[in-house]
């Protein structure tokens, strides 16, 4: 069964569904093995130093993904990814970054393509640093989500305008 994007934007299982199951397909993959949820809100989901990858994405529904990974978490994902090693500093290593959020947020938009949402995403932004905060204006529904995997955990977020 299809849904149509205001549906859509007020069904916010069928949006965590959507976003379970590509960060299982991304990082299972990646990692040769699955991701364990970890619980949602600011509080589970922490990454005050280290790296975000973002993605845009516009169409029947527009909202952002956001990936992010504490330094030894991305060092180590990273790794795996690609099969060698990058240093944490590099502009290799933001490149490898927003790769990882381009593969997550395409996984997703391949999960609201078989709900009959289509949208296109944008090049992926990467932040580095720490103190690091993503906050979102009034006007956006935000889920912020944490994952644990044996090489450091993940926090995934998507950020919705509210209809």
């Given at each position: 069964m299809k849904a149509n994007a205001p549906d859509f934007l007020q069904n916010t299982p069928q949006l965590q569904e959507c976003l379970d199951k590509a960060v299982e397909s991304t990082f299972g993959m990646i990692l040769g093995e699955s991701p364990t949820y970890c619980g949602d809100g600011e509080d589970t989901a922490d990454i005050s130093s280290g790296m975000v990858g973002i993605i845009a994405v516009v169409g029947d529904v527009s909202w952002s993904l956001s990936v992010g990974f504490s330094p030894e978490s991305a060092t180590k994902i990273a790794q795996q990814f690609a099969g060698f090693e990058f240093d944490?500093?590099?502009?290799?290593?933001?490149?490898?970054?927003?790769?990882?959020?381009?593969?997550?947020?395409?996984?997703?938009?391949?999960a609201l393509d078989e709900l009959g949402i289509k949208v296109q995403m944008s090049l992926p932004s990467v932040a580095r640093g720490s103190d690091l905060q993503l906050i979102q204006p009034g006007a956006v529904r935000s889920l912020r989500r944490k994952y644990s995997t044996s090489f450091g955990d993940i926090v995934v977020g998507l950020a919705v305008g509210k209809s």
């Open positions: 944490y500093e590099s502009d290799d290593m933001c490149d490898v970054i927003g790769e990882l959020a381009n593969v997550l947020a395409g996984d997703v938009v391949a």
